[in-house]
């Protein structure tokens, strides 16, 4: 009998304390997280969507990478500068920064969705569309949806390049499916992407110079990584399960807008060679290898960043 309280004890107390740790973590970080600038609201079917809107001009649309931390935040040393010349709406995807964070299943299509309802009921016109790694997969098929909203594509060391899609690892599928659990989920969440992981992540993988990666931006991103409670691992649970992933090698072969690709030169994550079947396949795509930068060339060549951009705009 007493063997057996024990064991009714120790499961008790296995399944108590992780359930304490997690609601100590979310309850200290819940809420939305400060901006510089003045924050907007959309009301798209499923949430409510964060954006931010600064300039005049002909309107740019600038959507971050999606994944654990992801938010607007990520163009911040862009947007002064650009909406000197454009109209600036930069935005958090649903589940991600400050927007709502429900529970559904999150998808490319779901996000394509999205954008193509944010440019018609809020910019409410054809726009230029600057989208980041995943978001790259997510502006593409929006165009696919709806071709008549994007003017002009400038898309960021996408995914989805390859000619042979590759499937996602059955590991990571798995990965993905536990995060789904109750509890079990939250608490892998919380381990894998704690604040020791994220710093190590950002300063090795998305910046050339580590110095670059300060302290306030790892925190911005570790904020938003947990800012929604346990529901911030919906998306996550997504996109670890193979659904942000969409060949887009196949769409750009025939894509019928103008397309510039701009690739960080020491990307490891997405290596800029990635970009050499769908060049072949439509030599009318511009590119642009960003020199001594990785992931986020936008924080770490800022200037170079926005030459590009503007140069594939203004040029008719």
Request: charged residues 20%; aromatic residues 12%.
């Amino acid at each position: 009998m007493k063997k057996r309280n024990k064991i009714v004890l120790g499961l008790s107390l296995g399944a108590i304390v992780p359930a304490a740790v997690n609601y100590l973590l979310f309850k200290a970080f819940e809420g939305p997280v400060e901006s510089k600038y003045r924050q907007y609201y959309h009301s798209f079917k499923y949430g409510k969507i964060r954006y931010i809107k600064k300039g005049k001009g002909e309107p740019i649309l600038l959507i971050h990478s999606a994944g654990p931390g992801g938010s607007l935040e990520e163009w911040m040393k862009i947007i002064e500068p650009l909406s000197k010349h454009y109209r600036v709406y930069a935005l958090d995807l649903l589940g991600h920064g400050n927007s709502d964070c429900p529970a559904l299943s999150y998808s490319s299509y779901l996000y394509a969705e999205m954008i193509n309802d944010f440019v018609e009921n809020v910019i409410k016109e054809k726009a230029n569309i600057v989208a980041s790694s995943e978001s790259c997969m997510f502006a593409v098929a929006a165009n696919s949806l709806k071709p008549h909203w994007i003017k002009k594509l400038i898309l960021l060391s996408p995914g989805g390049m390859n000619a042979t899609a590759k499937p996602y690892k059955k590991a990571t599928i798995i990965l993905g499916k536990l995060m789904n659990i109750p509890h079990i989920g939250t608490t892998l969440y919380n381990i894998m992407y704690s604040r020791p992981f994220m710093s190590y992540f950002i300063r090795r993988h998305c910046f050339y110079d580590p110095l670059n990666a300060g302290f306030g931006l790892i925190n911005k991103y570790y904020l938003f990584a947990h800012n929604k409670g346990p529901a911030g691992r919906y998306p996550v649970s997504d996109m670890l399960s193979g659904h942000f992933d969409l060949n887009i090698y196949h769409k750009l072969k025939n894509i019928d807008i103008p397309v510039k690709i701009i690739w960080g030169e020491e990307n490891e994550i997405n290596p800029v060679n990635n970009i050499y079947d769908t060049i072949r396949e439509n030599p009318s795509i511009k590119i642009a290898i960003i020199e001594r930068t990785r992931m986020l060339p936008q924080r770490e060549s800022p200037m170079e960043f926005i030459k590009e951009c503007r140069s594939f705009i203004e040029n008719q």
